[in-house]
């Protein structure tokens, strides 16, 4: 197997440095699309013979390091007994959001097997499919994030049903925020169970938090997700997206890799945090559409920075975009493989 995604995630020594993206199963490439024609997309999530048919295509179209296990943050949230549709044109939507005591005493922290086992039996498919290529990964999002899409009832602009709990209803939000953190650690344990060789805690909306929140409204939860999980013996990589301001917050959460977002030279943030964590990133998944002598000189610029770290997996910031061209996606993969090669 290739196991060179995993050494760079524990700072081991490796000819070249691997690259996955960010959701790189999904809409710019035609085969999703094919897929997905058929069913809607919690229909895909929930469907493991499919969901492991779209895990798959990037893994094989572009060549990357490291599958990531097809599905959605919001699943579990499902589980926990909460209505979850996908609409269309605004994305995910709660249609009763959770905004008193009542609806948070409603949640159940659900045995996975049970509510989840669609996704177990995807990560199961995936490792008999995957038996000699790359490396499986699995994910959660982080409790925050979670928090912010239920609060609010969807995705949102200025999180302020979200804030308003925060400072208002400090009490509840800490049962609200305990009770998803119980259901992530059970998720995450199980999905590692399952053959999931690493974990990806997804903290999309921790940005919109200053420093001082961050690390009493949703870094403690994080740390307690991973602190729980050192026991499965995966590497655990955590990406707080816009968190240029709270890298060092970000590093006591005690993952082995910390994902950045684009907005940060990645020898800044290397030089921040040291050695003993391992880093993911970070270019602008906009820059896919410059011109190949651009994007080349872009990815060698990370590469050189990035070999003062402990460990670099390359990615982009975020997530790639669906209007963004295959090829371009597949010549970031061989630029990658390409310039960071060690004699
Ligand atoms: O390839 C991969 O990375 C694995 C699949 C994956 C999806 N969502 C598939 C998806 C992963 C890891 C996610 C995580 C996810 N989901 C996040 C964290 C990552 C991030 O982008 O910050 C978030 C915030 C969500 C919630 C979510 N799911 C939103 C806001 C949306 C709608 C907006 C959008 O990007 O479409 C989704 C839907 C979704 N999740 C799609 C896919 C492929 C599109 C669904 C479709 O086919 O119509």
Redesign the pocket.
Known sequence: MNTTFLKACKGEEVSYTPIWI??????YLPD?HKV?SKVT?LE?CKAPELAAEV?LQ?VDILGVDAA???????VPLEAMGLTLE?H?KR??VFPEPVRDKAAVDRLIVPDPEEKLGYVMDTIRILRKELKDKVPLIG?S?APF?LAT?IIEGG?SKSYFQTKKMMYEAPDLWAALLDKITDCTISYLKAQAAAGAQALQI?D?WAGVLGPGDFAEYALPYVQRIIGELKGAGVPIIYFA?NGATLLELAKTSGADVLGLDWRIKIGDAIARLGQDVSVQGNLDPCALLLPPDKLEQRVAKILEQAKAARGHVFNLG??IL?ETPPEKAKLVVELVHRLSKRM
């Open positions: 960010m959701r790189q199963a999904g809409r999703y997905r997309f895909l895990t990037p990531i296990l097809f599905s959605d943050i919001l996908f269309e994305g995910p994910f999002g994030t899409y995705s997804f999309s997206n975020h997530g669906p």
